[in-house]
């Protein structure tokens, strides 16, 4: 039998899906092959048929937050530009903000600048 490139599984696949990360999530799923309790303590007495369900059920959730997941990545990268964007105009603010500082303490001999806030 040959092996099903991963994230293939066929109607008859069999295999047990853990993958060794044995914890449990608040909506009692497995967080690492994401089976039940129940599944995953009863696979070896599971028929082919009900472990090839199982399979299936977890391709189809895995591709399901696969496509979830995109959408906030690209938000986050619109966010990452918008923030870079908006810290080199703070940077470009601050640098004036010095010089005229500096360009007022140096008209008026005798008067300190004011300290900055911090």
């Known amino acids: 039998m040959s092996e099903n490139p991963v994230g293939a599984i066929s109607k008859k696949d069999t295999r047990n899906p853990c993958i060794g990360l044995c914890r449990f999530g608040g909506n009692g799923a497995c967080l690492g092959c994401h ?8 696979w070896k007495r599971l028929g082919d048929a009900a472990k090839a369900a199982i399979n299936r059920r977890i391709a189809q959730g895995l591709q399901a937050e696969s496509a979830e997941a995109k959408a906030p990545r690209k938000r986050l990268r619109k966010l990452d530009r918008k923030i870079g964007k908006l810290e080199s105009k703070l940077a470009t603010l601050r640098a004036e903000r010095e010089r005229e500082r500096l360009a007022g303490a140096g008209s008026e001999p005798g008067r300190q600048p004011p300290e900055s806030s911090r």
Do not use: T
């Open 35 to 42: 089976r039940s309790k129940a599944e995953v303590k009863g």
